[in-house]
């Protein structure tokens, strides 16, 4: 399973609580959306870091980093090649 599907599937599974039709795109802001709160995202960060064995600077919390499927993905994609 690629790292968008993962994540994906990790955001239906934890906040959107089962609601299968709610669906958003690879773009669209967790935030803008209301998927994720801030807590929702320390979840995420501590999903991140554990599935992919990545460690998840202060720094790089921020909306370009973690703001959408889109974002994560490339975010964990260039944690992993370093």
Do not use: C, W
Not at 19 to 44: C, N, P, W, Y
């Amino acid at each position: 399973m690629d790292i968008k599907a993962q994540v994906r599937s990790f955001i239906h599974d934890n906040f959107v609580m089962g609601a299968k039709a709610v669906q958003f795109g690879d773009q669209d802001s967790f935030m803008e959306r209301h998927l994720i709160d801030s807590t929702g995202f320390l979840e995420l960060v501590t999903y991140l870091e554990q599935t992919f064995n990545i460690r998840v600077e202060d720094a790089d919390m921020v909306p370009e980093n973690l703001d959408s499927l889109a974002a994560v993905e490339a975010y964990v994609g260039r944690k992993l090649t370093h």
